[in-house]
């Protein structure tokens, strides 16, 4: 199977998912990791992986429809049957989510349906909710509401700030991104009704 990750920044999720294909031999390849900035930190790590890399820049397109036509293309050179969203800061137009319906995948900084958006951490820490974490989804055209693959939980601490709270989820991010694109390369995946039905097996 073939993967294409997009990023816009850090790429740490990306590179979790790259460690965990590699450390775990699974059945698909990493074919490219894109950005829409070219100054992403995580193009120098995918390349240093030997990782084909592409960067289409959003500022070059006069419009979202444009931008999102380019970057289409860009990643079917690739041939994917599963486009991981890492970090990647553009909000994408309905008809570039519909041709990949049931295969993109994103990762939210938050327990959804709470907190979409940005600052998720901010918004958890101003509502003083006691559990916060992150979410692995299915992308569709309503923004961070796809179906939800698999969530994972931290609790607030009394003295949390943005930085401790947000470096406690990441871990957890970490973890359980690269669980989900195994499951989705081994076709253990199935959504029904918007809802996600996961495949038990050894
Ligand atoms: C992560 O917190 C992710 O949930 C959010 O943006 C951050 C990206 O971090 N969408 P990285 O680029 O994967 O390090």
Redesign the pocket.
Known sequence: KNIVIL?S??????QAIVRAAQAEQWPARIAAVISNRADAE?LNFAAAHGIATAVVANKAYPSREEFDQALQAEIDRYSPDLVVL??FMRILTPPFVEHYAGRMLN???SLLPSFPGLSTHVQALMAGVKVHG?TVHFVTADLDHGPIVAQAAVSVLPNDTEQTL?ER??EQ?HIIYPRVVRWFVENRLAIDNGIVHIDAQA
């Open positions: 990023v920044g850090r790429g740490s999720n990306m995580g890492a970090g990762i939210h900084p992150a947000s989820v990441l991010e």
